[in-house]
């Protein structure tokens, strides 16, 4: 398999307008190749592929499909492509790998994928992978493991090119030409002094276009950011992204050089942020994935539903409250949903807006009540606007103008009292340390509903009746 995505067959991906998924040709020979059992089949479809889309190719088909694709692939099944696998499905792919094929694939694999491999190893293959490893990629990737989960310690690889700070050009070219261990992909020579701290890093095109008799030093990049092994890796995916870095060092306790962290690792370490925000917003606590059975996936929701039956029962206390208004006028029940449904759909806008501008960190203590204002703002005009609609409505429909008028004034205030609710509950529960992603619905939809019917119905009652 190709490294090279400019190599893969334009037959191997679709015509139908996304360029990127897989052809349901090529998907339904591989299939063929399965149930034949045709060794030769399935390589030669494979062969084009790049191992990401081999492994989206592992996640759609079947569990038992699988089990025969591992068992008919083989040695095909390299180290690269069980980096692209979901973490669950990567763990139940490496059950069904023979011990032989597993050892050869993790050998190819740089440090940091080893360690990432590892991670969701039981303890025997871990220690027979590490035992089939040599001595110096063993002794470094167990010093890795040995930093916290989901830190900087994790995320780096070991393998790295460094060079003194007194170096010249000429002085790094010849010493990358002669080493046979140079790292697979790396962008930077970083500089270390006598004590193997770093101090600057100098960019391969900035050493390949300058004289050999240029200091190092002198060609550094302005952008300089070096990261302590306990850092947690989110905090690090934000400062590759906010400073555009490519490649950063990684230093120990004694701010000695130890590996380094390239954005490829920094990135997927965002998507993986982005992906638990939009499952938690979903009320999806546990890890998802489509390759999920029933009941994981049923435990992984239930927790959040069970919260939303509670502040549901809340919300229909507050219209228990007001059950003889709604007996002597039908119409308010008719026109109840509208008005919850409104205020819901416009303090999940809000909410999602910020609990992904704090994510980003765009939202602040500083700019906090700026945003919170701006929020109420557009909450009210919208409040305005679609209570003059759905008063013009109730005015038609029902015939009493009084009725225009309370919706109307109970879908300005339920809007308003959304979008402070989107913004301040989230804001919150960041405050105490609480994920806004996963509790901020619960809240935002209790607020939302019980302002809405007690509203509505609380004026009707004063108004109405």
């Known amino acids: 398999m190709t490294d090279d995505a400019d190599q893969i067959a334009p037959e191997s ?15 339904t020979a591989i299939l063929h190749a399965l149930d034949v059992q045709d060794r030769d089949a399935l390589i030669a479809q494979m062969e084009p592929l790049h191992p990401a889309d081999v492994a989206d190719l592992i996640e759609q088909i079947t569990p038992q499909d699988r089990r025969r694709f591992v068992a008919l692939a083989g040695d095909r099944i390299g180290g690269e492509l069980l980096s692209e696998l979901e973490e669950g499905l990567r763990e139940e792919v490496i059950g069904l790998l023979s011990p032989e094929i597993l050892l ?3 050998r190819d694999l740089d440090s940091d994928d080893v360690v990432d491999l590892l991670e969701d190893l039981e303890e025997a293959q871990r220690s027979a992978i590490l035992g089939a490893l040599d001595a110096p990629e063993r002794i470094a990737v167990q010093q890795s493991l040995t930093y916290p989960e989901y830190s900087a310690g994790r995320l780096m690889q070991r393998e790295l090119v460094m060079a003194p700070e007194h170096w010249t050009v000429g002085q790094a070219i010849d010493h990358m030409r002669e080493r046979e261990d140079l790292p697979n992909q790396f962008y930077h020579v970083f500089l270390v002094d006598p004590k193997m701290r770093p101090v600057g890093n100098v960019t391969l095109g900035r050493i390949m ?7 190092l030093k002198d060609i550094v990049e302005e952008v300089f950011r070096v990261f302590p092994a306990t850092d947690s890796e989110t905090d690090v995916a934000y400062a ?7 490649s950063a060092p990684v230093v120990d306790e004694s701010e000695r050089l130890v590996g380094m962290i390239t954005i490829d690792d920094a990135m997927a370490v965002l998507d993986e942020e982005h992906e638990e925000d939009i499952l938690r917003l979903g009320g999806v606590v546990e890890e998802a ?13 239930a927790t959040w539903l069970f919260v939303n039956l509670l502040t549901a029962i809340f919300a229909s206390l507050v219209i228990d409250l007001f059950a003889d208004t709604i007996d002597q006028m039908v119409a308010l029940a008719v026109l109840m949903p509208i008005v919850a449904s409104m205020g819901g759909n ?6 999602t807006v910020a609990v992904r501008s704090i994510a980003t960190r765009d939202l602040t ?5 700026r945003v919170a204002g701006r929020e109420v703002t557009v909450g009210a005009l919208n409040g305005a606007l679609f209570g003059l609609v759905m008063a013009g409505v109730a005015a038609v429909w029902f015939g009493v103008p009084m009725l225009a008028a309370v919706i109307a004034l109970a879908m300005l205030l339920t809007q308003i009292a959304a979008a402070l609710g989107g913004i301040a509950i989230p804001i919150l529960l960041d405050r105490f340390g609480i994920d806004p992603a996963l509790a901020s619905g619960p809240f935002v939809t209790t607020i939302t509903d019980v302002v809405g019917f007690f509203t509505f119905l ?6 109405l009746l």
């Open 13 to 27: 991906r679709t015509g139908d307008g996304d360029a990127y998924a897989l052809d349901r040709r090529r998907v």
């Open 104 to 106: 050869e694939a993790v």
């Open 209 to 215: 276009s300058s004289r050999r008799s240029v200091a």
């Open 240 to 246: 590759f992204n906010q400073y555009h870095l490519i």
């Open 289 to 301: 994935s489509l390759s999920d059975t029933v009941l994981q996936a049923a435990r992984g929701r």
């Open 346 to 351: 416009a303090g999940t806008q809000t909410m």
């Open 365 to 369: 203590a500083q700019n906090a009540l």
């Open 458 to 463: 609380g004026l009707a009652s004063m108004v």
